[in-house]
């Protein structure tokens, strides 16, 4: 199994960051530069769950009942394209 360090969660708030600004060439070259596409979704995981963690504790919910709120909000939207 891959190991998940900082680094890996770096790039991929970093690929985050790229793709809000509209630098999709950047946000391609942070991921292709992970070793693997394991550490990839771990990382990418890792970023998830913290950042819904956050947004439980800010809004004095649980981390399920902040899933449950964002699930609802996704469905709300439809299916945009998103790539």
């Known amino acids: 199994m891959a190991e998940l360090t900082l680094t890996s969660a770096q790039r991929a708030l970093g690929f985050v960051a790229a ?3 509209g630098d999709l060439e950047g946000a391609e070259a942070l991921l292709g530069s992970f070793e693997t596409e ?3 979704l771990l990382a990418v995981a ?3 769950e913290l950042c819904v963690s956050l947004l439980a ?15 609802l909000s996704m469905a709300q939207i439809g299916n945009p394209q998103i790539a």
């Open 57 to 71: 504790a800010v809004n004095d919910e649980t981390f399920d009942d902040t899933v449950q709120s964002l699930s």
């Open 19 to 21: 793709r809000h600004r």
């Open 46 to 48: 890792f970023v998830l």
């Open 38 to 40: 394991q550490e990839r």
